[in-house]
């Protein structure tokens, strides 16, 4: 199984803030040199809610999420970015690879407002 | 707008079989793979297994083989989960939710079912 390792498992940021979520995954997660898509997505939950998809192809912004959000990496070392952090982003964050099943996630990150 | 209807909270004892249902709506039921995750209290997500309702054919986590069935019935756009042999560590959530196929990320997921385990 592909093991998914985020870093760190919980982090404080001001209002207005940067904040910076890792995904490390075991093998890579590219599964065609021709197209460079990379099987991994970001994912948010809130209490009480199903997670919410944010990113997936390691980069593509799912419709309707905010452009604040944003990933990036390659091979097997993934980002999420939040460029100025709301209120309303505080949840837990997960990083999730389909490139094979499982599907594994990462433990996930709990994001706070400092 | 697509909707995943999960079936209500379960309490069953150590040993029972539980069976969640999720019906889901706005969507054709044939197009996307229908995935089930566990989230125990407090803790992280685990993919648990899928089904593709066109066909039936299921792929489930090594952790949960031999003890999970998921199939799907497409009369009724209704997927289904069943975890046989519970134990205490099997009180959780547990989430069904869709993706095109088996190499693309979940889009929509349902709020949840509850199933506790305890004598």
């Known amino acids: 199984d592909i093991v998914m390792t985020q870093s760190p498992d919980s982090l404080a940021v001001s209002l207005g803030e940067r904040a910076t979520i890792n995904c490390k995954s075991s093998q890579s997660l590219l599964y065609s040199s021709n197209n460079k898509k990379y099987y991994f997505a970001w994912y948010q939950q809130k209490p009480g809610q199903p997670p919410k998809l944010l990113i997936y192809w390691a980069s593509t912004r799912e419709s309707g999420v905010p452009d604040r959000f944003s990933g990036s990496g390659s091979g097997t070392d993934f980002t999420l970015t939040i460029s100025s952090l709301q209120a309303e982003d505080v949840a837990v964050y997960y990083c999730q690879q389909y490139y094979s099943t499982p599907h594994t996630f990462g433990q996930g990150t709990k994001l706070e407002i400092k | 707008e697509v909707q995943l209807v999960q079936s209500g909270a379960e309490v069953k004892k150590p040993g029972a079989t539980v069976k969640i249902s999720c019906k889901v709506s706005?969507?054709?039921?044939?197009?996307?793979?229908m995935h089930w995750v566990q989230q125990a209290p407090g803790k992280g997500l685990e993919w648990m297994g899928l089904v593709d309702p066109e066909d039936g054919e299921t792929i489930y986590a090594e952790k949960f083989q031999g003890r999970v069935t998921i199939t799907a019935d497409t009369s009724t756009d209704t997927a289904y989960m069943e975890l046989s042999s519970l134990r205490s560590e099997d009180t959780a959530v547990y989430y069904c939710?869709?993706?095109?196929?088996?190499?693309?990320?979940?889009?929509?997921w349902g709020l949840g079912t509850l199933v506790t385990v305890s004598s």
């Open positions: 706005g969507y054709t039921f044939t197009d996307y793979y």
């Open positions: 939710a869709i993706a095109r196929d088996s190499y693309t990320p979940v889009e929509d």
